[in-house]
C-alpha cells in the first residue's frame, strides 16, 4: 500500500451511478488519484452500503436518476440516517432545476456530466480535503 492511499485509512468515496460507463470511468479515474471508491448502482444500494460502513465513507458522487430510489431520495435518506458529510449531485441537466432541487434535497454542490478529470478532481479538492482537516 503506498503512501496516500493509507493516508486516507479505512475512508472512500461511494459512487452512486446506475450508468455502467459513467460509474466505470468515474470509478477509475478516483482509483487511478489513489482514492479508494465503491461505486453501487442505485439509490438502494447506497443506503445499504452506508449502513454497514458508516465510518468509512467521507464523500458521496450522487447521479440523480436512478431506479428503486433515486438520488435525492437517497440523500434525504442519508442525512436523515446522520451523515454529514460532503454529497456532490452529478447531473447532465445544466439548465434544469436540478440543482436546485438537489440542494434542498441535501446535497452541498453539483458536477456535470459527462464528467471531467479537471473537474471531477477540483470537487475531490474542494470537498474531500476539507473534510479531511476537520
Ligand atoms: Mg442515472
Redesign the pocket.
Given at each position: 500500500m503506498d503512501k496516500e492511499k493509507s493516508e486516507l485509512g479505512n475512508g472512500r468515496i461511494l459512487l452512486v451511478?446506475?450508468?455502467f460507463i459513467n460509474g466505470r470511468i468515474i470509478s477509475r479515474l478516483l482509483e487511478m488519484d489513489k482514492i479508494p471508491t465503491d461505486w453501487v448502482k442505485n439509490g438502494k444500494e447506497a443506503l445499504d452500503f452506508y449502513e454497514k460502513n458508516k465510518e468509512s465513507v467521507l464523500m458521496v458522487f450522487m447521479?440523480?436518476?436512478?431506479p428503486i430510489i433515486d438520488g435525492y431520495q437517497a440523500t434525504v435518506e442519508l442525512r436523515k440516517n446522520g451523515f454529514d458529510r460532503p454529497i456532490i449531485a452529478m447531473t447532465a441537466n445544466a439548465f434544469s432545476d436540478d440543482q436546485v432541487k438537489s440542494a434542498e434535497a441535501g446535497m452541498d454542490d453539483f458536477i456535470l456530466k459527462p464528467v471531467s478529470k479537471i473537474e471531477l478532481f477540483m470537487m475531490v479538492e474542494k470537498w474531500l480535503n476539507k473534510e479531511r482537516r476537520k
Open positions: 451511478e446506475d450508468d447521479d440523480l436518476q436512478m
